[in-house]
């Protein structure tokens, strides 16, 4: 954790130091909130997962309710990595750019950071073999920040003469990277290099109900998982 801290303060305070302009050190940061803040978020918690089994047996043991064991857990590693994602993004983007579009950044990450954990507890609580989950792990972060956006593009091709801009408003909600991206690229204004579909999108993310249900969606991404794994960890046989 203080590796990944230190490793998030020095590419945040090298962004901000190469750059003149706030705004393109701000969408520098924005590749590496959505690209490595979930895949460390993802390997860190599976790994801490397998290597805790024995723990988490002894734990088992005790007259503790199963649920509330792995519930703590999952606080425990969220907190950590929420207040380490604080500290290396958070104060470093609101001293150099105290405004609307970094507190979005900020919340973004936040929020990435606590779905990937959930997400990462559900393939560890699933997946038996540590190496198997590991690999799970990885193709789930891939599949979310690369295949899913290939999909994407491949379908708008194929009925790129049908209205289905609107559409993807939907489509891009089963993905919690890209509800990220949207919201923040629209705050940096660059949805003006998105033609007709970033009117859509700005028709839709960039007002206050748009932000409120974007939220709630980020909110499931993280209820759901949880509650899987949760459900997963009550039945599974140790």
């Given at each position: 954790?203080?590796?990944?801290?230190?490793?998030?303060?020095?590419?945040?305070?090298?962004?901000?130091?190469?750059?003149?302009?706030?705004?393109?050190?701000?969408?520098?940061?924005?590749?590496?909130?959505?690209?490595?803040?979930?895949?460390?978020?993802?390997?860190?918690?599976?790994?801490?997962?397998?290597?805790?089994?024995?723990?988490?047996?002894?734990?088992?043991?005790?007259?503790?309710?199963?649920?509330?064991?792995?519930?703590?857990?999952?606080?425990?590693?969220?907190?950590?990595?929420?207040?380490?994602?604080?500290?290396?993004?958070?104060?470093?983007?609101?001293?150099?750019?105290?405004?609307a579009t970094a507190a979005m950044l900020v919340l973004t990450g936040l929020f990435l950071t606590v779905i990937f954990i959930a997400i990462a507890m559900l393939?560890?609580?699933?997946?038996?073999?540590?190496?198997?989950?590991?690999?799970?792990?990885?193709?789930?972060?891939?599949?979310?920040?690369?295949?899913?956006?290939?999909?994407?593009?491949?379908?708008?091709?194929?009925?790129?003469?049908?209205?289905?801009?609107?559409?993807?408003?939907a489509v891009s909600m089963l993905n919690p990277v890209d509800i990220g991206r949207i919201m923040i690229l629209l705050r940096m204004d660059e949805s003006a290099?998105?033609?007709?579909?970033?009117?859509?999108?700005?028709?839709?993310?960039?007002?206050?109900?748009?932000?409120?249900?974007?939220?709630?969606?980020?909110?499931?991404?993280?209820?759901?998982?949880?509650?899987?794994?949760?459900?997963?960890?009550?039945?599974?046989?140790?």
């Open positions: 954790m203080i590796a990944y801290a230190a490793l998030l303060i020095l590419l945040s305070l090298s962004l901000f130091a190469l750059e003149d302009n706030t705004a393109k050190a701000m969408l520098d940061l924005l590749n590496i909130v959505l690209i490595i803040v979930p895949l460390v978020s993802l390997l860190f918690s599976v790994i801490y997962i397998y290597n805790s089994a024995e723990f988490l047996e002894l734990l088992v043991s005790q007259p503790l309710k199963r649920g509330m064991i792995w519930l703590s857990l999952f606080s425990g590693l969220a907190l950590s990595f929420c207040l380490t994602f604080l500290l290396g993004v958070g104060l470093p983007v609101l001293f150099f750019d105290f405004s393939a560890a609580v699933k997946v038996r073999d540590k190496a198997k989950g590991i690999g799970t792990a990885i193709l789930l972060w891939i599949y979310f920040t690369v295949l899913f956006d290939g999909m994407v593009l491949f379908f708008l091709f194929q009925f790129a003469d049908y209205p289905v801009e609107k559409p993807m408003v290099l998105m033609g007709y579909t970033g009117a859509i999108f700005r028709n839709f993310f960039g007002t206050g109900t748009g932000v409120v249900i974007s939220f709630l969606v980020l909110l499931l991404w993280v209820f759901i998982p949880a509650m899987l794994s949760v459900r997963k960890f009550k039945n599974k046989d140790l």
